[in-house]
C-alpha cells in the first residue's frame, strides 16, 4: 500500500515535529518500507489518497491502569469538599476502595470495563497501550489482572505491553507490615508472573502513602534477577527520592516527578529513563507543584505524556486531552507533547519499533483531517481522528 497526498509528521530528523510536505508512505508486510517526498515515491498497485490530511505515529498511551473494577466518583465529591489525596487514602478510600471492587470482579467484568476504555482511547488514534496491575494486592487477583490485560488484545487490534505493580499500596491484611507483604506477596508474585509471560516490566509506588526506595529497591533487584525492566511512580506528592533510585537501576521511565530536582533529571538523563508526565491526575488533584520540565529539557530528558487512566486520581480516557493539559498546564510545546505520545511513549515502553515514522519500523499510523500538527494538541474535546492504521492496515 502506498499512502499518498498528505502530510507526515515524522517526528525524526531536524525539522519541527520532522514533517514532511506532500508526502507519500509505502506500506509491505505491515513495515513502512518507504517515506518521503510524493515527486520521489516508489510504484504500487494498491495507492490511497488521503486528501492533503496529516499523517503521525499511531499514538502510545504509556501509563494507564484500564484494568479495574468500580469507581471513585464519591471521592470526587470529598476532594471537592477538601480532603486530600492522603487523607482519602488514610481514611479507606484511594486505592484500597478500588482493590475491594476489583478483587469482587469477575474476569468478564474486569474485561469488559477495560475494553470500554480502551475503545475510548484506540478512537483517538492509540495504535499501543501500556496497562498495569496493582488493585488486586493479592497473589490471584494481581495475576488476574496481567492476564485480562494481555486478553484485550484478543478482543481489539491494539499491541498491549504490562506492568507488575503489586508495589501499589500496602493492602489492609498487611497494614505496618509492609516488609512481609512484599515478601509474601509481591516477590513470589512477579516471580510467578514471569514463569506465565504475564509481565512486561515492574513498577512500583514510591511515595510516602506506599512504599520507601528500601523497599522499591528490593522490589527492583528481584526484577533484575528474571530480566525485567523496571519503572516507577515517583515523587508525585512529595520528594522521597525515587527518582534517582530507578535512575540507578536503568529505568524505562520515572512517572508524575512534580517533586523530582535538576539533580534527579541529570540522573535520569544518564540512565537514559523517560520522563512520563501526567498531567490528568495533576488537573484532577489541583496540584500545583509543577513537574519541572525545563530540567528536563536543560538535562535533555526524553518527556512523555500519558493518561494514567485510572478510577482514583485520573479518569481520564483521551490521549488528545493530555496533551492540551501537558501544554496548557506544563507549558510543554505541541511539538513536544505529540513527541510525548509518540516517539518517547514508545521509549518509556522499550518499543523502538515504532513511535516515529521511519523504514523499518511498524505501520502504526494515525490520519488527521487537520492540516497542521499543533492542532492535536491546540483542540479540547474535539477528535479530528480519519484513519487508524495498525500494522499496515486501514
Not at 157 to 181: C, G, M, Q
Not at 247 to 263: F, I
Amino acid at each position: 500500500m502506498l499512502l499518498t497526498n498528505c502530510h507526515v509528521a515524522t517526528l525524526t530528523g531536524e525539522e519541527p515535529y520532522g514533517l514532511i510536505a506532500d508526502a507519500a508512505i509505502k506500506i509491505e508486510g505491515g513495515l513502512i518500507t518507504w517515506v518521503g517526498a510524493s515527486s520521489q515515491a516508489p510504484r504500487s498497485s494498491e495507492v490511497t489518497d488521503l486528501g492533503g490530511r496529516l499523517v503521525t505515529p499511531g499514538l502510545i498511551d504509556c501509563h494507564t491502569h484500564l484494568v479495574f473494577g468500580g469507581d471513585r466518583a464519591d471521592e470526587f465529591e470529598m476532594r471537592l469538599n477538601g480532603a486530600s489525596y492522603e487523607e482519602i487514602a488514610r481514611a479507606g478510600g484511594g486505592i484500597l476502595s478500588t482493590l475491594t471492587a476489583t478483587r469482587a470482579a469477575t474476569d468478564a467484568e474486569l474485561l469488559q470495563g477495560a475494553l470500554v476504555r480502551l475503545d475510548a482511547l484506540i478512537a483517538e488514534g492509540v495504535t499501543t497501550v501500556e496497562v498495569k496491575s496493582g488493585y488486586g494486592l493479592e497473589a490471584e487477583t494481581e495475576l488476574r489482572m496481567l492476564r485480562v490485560a494481555r486478553a484485550l488484545e484478543e478482543h481489539r487490534d491494539v499491541t498491549v505491553r504490562t506492568s507488575y505493580l503489586a508495589a501499589h499500596a500496602v493492602p489492609p491484611e498487611y497494614v505496618h507490615r509492609a516488609d512481609a507483604y512484599l515478601d509474601e506477596v509481591v516477590l513470589p508474585v512477579m516471580a510467578r508472573g514471569a514463569q506465565e509471560g504475564l509481565i512486561d516490566a515492574v513498577d512500583g509506588f514510591c511515595e510516602g502513602i506506599a512504599f520507601g526506595p528500601d523497599q522499591i529497591e528490593r522490589v527492583f533487584k528481584a526484577a533484575k534477577t528474571l530480566n525485567l525492566p523496571v519503572k516507577l511512580h515517583a515523587e508525585q506528592l512529595s520528594h522521597q527520592g525515587g527518582t534517582a533510585l530507578a535512575a540507578r537501576y536503568g529505568a524505562l521511565s520515572v512517572d508524575h516527578l512534580e517533586y523530582a530536582t535538576a539533580a534527579d533529571a541529570s540522573a535520569m538523563a544518564q540512565a537514559g529513563s523517560v520522563a512520563v508526565l501526567l498531567p490528568g491526575a495533576f488537573y484532577t488533584l489541583g496540584e500545583t507543584q509543577l513537574p519541572p520540565v525545563q530540567a528536563f529539557r536543560d538535562h535533555g530528558v526524553p518527556m512523555a505524556l500519558a493518561t494514567d487512566c485510572n478510577p482514583g486520581s485520573a479518569p481520564l480516557t483521551s490521549l488528545l486531552l493530555a496533551m492540551n493539559m501537558g501544554c496548557t498546564l506544563f507549558r510543554m510545546t505541541p511539538e513536544e507533547a505529540l513527541a510525548g505520545v509518540t516517539r518517547y511513549a514508545a521509549k518509556a515502553l522499550g518499543r523502538l519499533d515504532r513511535g516515529v515514522i521511519a523504514a523499518g519500523n511498524r505501520a502504526d499510523l494515525a490520519v488527521w483531517d487537520v492540516q497542521k500538527p499543533a492542532e492535536l494538541a491546540y483542540r479540547i474535546g474535539f477528535n479530528p481522528l480519519f484513519k487508524r492504521i495498525k500494522g499496515g492496515v486501514l
